[in-house]
Every structure is written in structure tokens, then in C-alpha cells.
């Protein structure tokens, strides 16, 4: 019953605020809702992107279910959410997000680019900002944040924050390979400390 509490929450709760968050390797927002709540908005990547990554947004709440299915309990509640742009997020944007929405190809109003230091131009590619569907929604996935009295530090700060799993996304420097990515070992003997 709780969990049902949570998941309405999320999915229809008063949007407050919504700014830029940063770091990591898609663009996403942070919201604060109605109810207190610190949630993470990843809106679904553009069907421009092509066939690549279009539906991760599926991913992230299919790994939240199979952790509890398998009660190891380590993903963050996370539910699906159409958010309307027009109404929902634009009157209680921050200054620094709404400088970020344009007008895409002069046809789609209320598309916004957010921060997001992988979206930007690399090379040949150019990353579309997230656009509105014909019905002013934007799909995605809505990450419920831990209350800071469950935090380990003082602030989590997204553009430092510690993942077992670091994974360099930089494209543009050729930079060394960090250790998760040259030991095969690296799994067992850092991240599977315990058994959960």
C-alpha cells in the first residue's frame, strides 16, 4: 500500500520546481514536487537519436521491478510520467532551464535542451533537444531521490557522485581506461561486497 502511496505520488504530483540537473549521460531534470518530494524527470531521447537509446527510459523502470522482484532492493523507485510542457513545467521553470527551450526546425514550440554535457555537438552529431508530442507531452521516467538523512555525504551532487559501475562517457578526449573498464575482475572484487 505504501509503495501504491509513492507511485501516485509521482505519477500526478504538483509540479513546484523544475531545473537542470548535471552530470551523467542524458539529459534530465530535477523536480520538486507538492508532497516534499526530490524526484528525477529523464524524458524519453528523441526518436532523431535513431534506434539508440529511444526507450531507455523503459529500462530504468524495468530495473527498479526486477530489483524488487528479486528483492535485492539497490534501484530507485522510479514510475513512468507524461509531463505537459506548457502546463506543467514551463510556469515553474528556473531561469537557467527556460533559457534553454527554443523552437525546434521553426515547427515545434517548447522543445528544451536542459544540461546535459554528452547532448551537446560532438563531430558529425548534433543531439536534439527534447521535444513535446503532438499533444504538448513529454514521456519519461520520474526517480524518486533519497531524503538527505539517508544520504551518506552531506549534498548529493550528481555531477560527482560515486556509481559502482564509473564509466567514462567522454567522447571527446582520448583518455585512459579507468579500471572498471581493464580488469575483468573488477565486479567481483569491488562491487560484490556482500550478498544481498
Same mark, same amino acid.
Given at each position: ?10 505519477? +500526478? ?6 531545473? #537542470? ?18 524526484? *528525477? ?9 535513431? #534506434? ?14 526486477? #530489483? ?8 530507485? *523507485? ?8 506548457? +502546463? ?27 544540461? %546535459?554535457?554528452? %547532448?551537446?555537438?560532438?563531430? +558529425?552529431?548534433?543531439? +536534439?533537444?527534447? %521535444? ?6 513529454? !514521456? ?38 579507468? !579500471? ?17
Amino acid at each position: 500500500k505504501e509503495l501504491a502511496g509513492i507511485f501516485h505520488c509521482l505519477r +500526478n504530483g504538483k509540479i513546484l520546481k523544475a531545473s #537542470s540537473a548535471t552530470g551523467g549521460t542524458q539529459r534530465k531534470l530535477l523536480l520538486d514536487l507538492e508532497g516534499g518530494q526530490k524526484v *528525477i524527470f529523464k524524458p524519453e531521447r528523441s526518436q532523431h537519436y535513431g #534506434s539508440v537509446g529511444w526507450d531507455q527510459h523503459h529500462g530504468e523502470i524495468a530495473s527498479f521491478h526486477i #530489483s524488487r522482484l528479486l528483492d535485492m532492493r539497490r534501484a530507485p *523507485i522510479t514510475v513512468g510520467r507524461r509531463i505537459n510542457i506548457a +502546463n506543467e513545467l514551463l510556469p515553474v521553470a528556473t531561469p537557467e532551464l527556460r533559457d534553454t527551450f527554443t523552437t525546434y526546425k521553426n515547427k515545434t514550440e517548447n522543445c528544451f535542451y536542459a544540461t %546535459c554535457e554528452f %547532448c551537446r555537438s560532438m563531430g +558529425n552529431i548534433t543531439f +536534439n533537444p527534447t %521535444c513535446p508530442n503532438a499533444d504538448g507531452t513529454v !514521456e519519461g521516467v520520474m526517480i524518486l531521490m533519497l531524503p538527505k538523512q539517508f544520504h551518506k555525504g552531506s549534498v548529493l551532487n550528481f555531477s560527482s557522485f560515486l556509481t559502482p559501475f564509473p564509466i567514462s562517457m567522454s567522447f571527446e578526449k582520448n583518455e585512459t581506461l579507468i !579500471e572498471a573498464m581493464k580488469s575483468k575482475d573488477y565486479c567481483d572484487a569491488q562491487v560484490k561486497t556482500e550478498i544481498p
